[in-house]
């Protein structure tokens, strides 16, 4: 796990060793164990290692490798959980390794497979390779999207790398984009685009490759991964289901346990994360005769505070158990470099607790942490996929509709109101769209019109298929923000995180399952529950609330400083300031997080509007 940078001239001219030096030493935090680069012609390659496979000089990247096809140098930034695997198939065909990494698998498989050899992965990454023989500089990103590529084309030059404030460096004027803005603060919507929230700086999306020409310096995208719906595991019924689903998770749990240093795990205490903890804990303790360590936070607050679930896993499992509890002070104080680690307006104040999971593990040694980020996605977690479950009732059995609703309300606690509320919230694109408009009334009505909107309405649209609906959160809108803030807060602290329920087999099989098999009686992720049945404690498998590190975001809220709106000059731009000072209390707690969000933002990387 590591940081990347690159730097191609379009002018043709060597790149200087200081100009990428100085962008690479902006990502220390993500690779501080050594640095690396390499100059082309007219190119350079920057890296930032974080030791985790092979930790001898061997590792050491820009990785330069011979092969039988041609000549290659990679910077690279992620894991191969499947690399000894393909490895073996490689020496079976004659490859030789001079080291112990997953790189020079990577750079053995493309000589071997070209552009081909990134179906063959199983695992998280962000590369880019400068193929000699062609030329090229063939890039690649993760098919879910866990590690960034971010580029920018500025002063006759092209540049990438890990983080958006290496590209920064080529803005003194930094200017917000505008309709990623009004998204992001309507809507609360966030990662949907390839766009950022600075202008003229976009990221590689998920599933693609970019291939660079070194000579026309001209670029193309291609797409290479798409979620597969495999038809026939409709055949299986629920205990075949849940014993394959069950193999298929803990052998994700396997490789993502291979490491030269040591691995932990985040523990919310809530049902992925605990999953996710019992199986990980049996296959570390055989391997390495150890306990097995957990992070959690917990928070101040009583009604968010899930620290005695967490005691509980621990307890059962044996792990060795780390709390922190980020007291108010900690969260003001840590504000502005939370949003500086994130470089981007985020979601809500939960996000410094994750962070704080991060920095903890670093203190006590844990260079690699397990996570359960894609559980809910793709197993049916979250409470508005009711609406899937109801809309497949009334397909199939209106009849049963009032005993399901009954069901639902006692599994989840959810009231019929919040019930009918989710259902057509999701259904009724206008009425969704109505009520977020009408929680940020103060927004000038030029500025609503920069938005089209289309993804609310397409996600209306796919309300009346669990697996169109589940697609697009995974590719498109929740789990991509979830992944942004995941690197980010843990490469801060030189932590790598990987993520069993984002193996790309586990994927493909849980949004192939039948609706009835995801949430069955009213119980949401049913067979996650029924797989860890046997393992967990009962009221950790049946558990009807969730949090995951939830923030005491009530509390937060109330002691910062409505001022710090005020001043922004972003805010007074699209919106009316007064109208918002004068009615503030009655502004909803998620939107006056946006506010204040943009607000230090703007402060924190001298941003613009225009």
Known sequence: ???????????????????????????????????????????????????????????????????????????????????????????????????????????????????????????????????????????????????????????????????????????????????????????????????????????????????????????????????????????????????????????????????????????????????????????????SNQNFTAIHAKSIENQTDESHYAKEVASYCNLDLKIVEPKTKEFLDDLKKVIYIQEEPFGSPSIYMQYRVMKLAKEVGCKVMLDGQGGDETLLGYNRYYVLYIQNILKNRPIDIFKKLKQIQEKSSLSLYKILFYFFGMKLFKLRLILHKKQ????????YRMSDYSYLQEISKSSNNDKKLQLIEIMKTNLPELLRYEDKNSMYCSVETRLPFLNYNCVQYAISLPIEYKINNGWLKYILRKTVDKVLPPKIVWRKNKFAFEAPTNVWLTKLDPNIIKESLIIKEISNIDNIMRNFQKIDNKVKWRLFNIALWEKVYNVKIN
């Open 440 to 447: 940020t009334f103060f927004i000038k009505k030029e500025y």
């Open 1 to 287: 796990m590591c940081g990347i940078s690159g730097i191609i001239n379009k002018n043709n001219k060597p790149v200087d060793k200081n100009e990428i030096k100085k962008i690479n030493d902006l990502i220390e935090h993500r690779g501080p164990d050594d640095e690396g680069f390499y100059f082309g012609k007219n190119f350079a390659f920057g890296h930032r290692r974080l030791s985790i496979i092979d930790l001898s000089e061997n590792g050491q990247q820009p990785m330069c490798y011979r092969g039988k096809n041609g000549e290659y140098v990679i910077t690279y930034n992620g894991e191969i959980y499947n690399y000894l695997e393909i490895k073996k198939q490689l020496i079976s065909e004659g490859y030789k390794f001079k080291s112990d990494t997953d790189t020079e698998v990577i750079l053995a498989s493309y000589d071997k497979w070209g552009e081909e050899c990134v179906n063959r992965f199983d695992g998280m990454w962000s590369f880019a390779i400068f193929d000699k023989g062609k030329n090229i500089i063939f890039c690649s990103r993760d098919r879910f999207g866990i590690k960034p590529f971010y580029y920018t084309n500025v002063n006759n030059k092209f540049i990438f790398g890990s983080e958006i404030k290496q590209l920064l460096e080529y803005y003194p004027e930094r200017y917000v984009n505008k309709k990623i803005l009004i998204d992001y603060l309507v809507v609360g919507i966030l990662e949907h685009t390839n766009e950022t929230f600075f202008e003229n700086i976009y990221k590689l999306e998920q599933s693609h490759n970019l291939i660079y020409d070194l000579t026309t310096h001209r670029f193309y995208f291609k797409k290479y991964f798409d979620i597969k719906i495999n038809e026939n595991i409709k055949q299986l019924n629920l205990e075949q289901s849940i014993k394959l689903y069950k193999k298929k998770f803990i052998n994700s749990i396997n490789l993502r346990l291979r490491s030269d240093v040591k691995v932990a795990t985040c523990l919310s205490g809530g049902l992925d994360s605990s999953s996710i903890a019992v199986f990980a804990s049996k296959i570390y303790r055989k391997k």
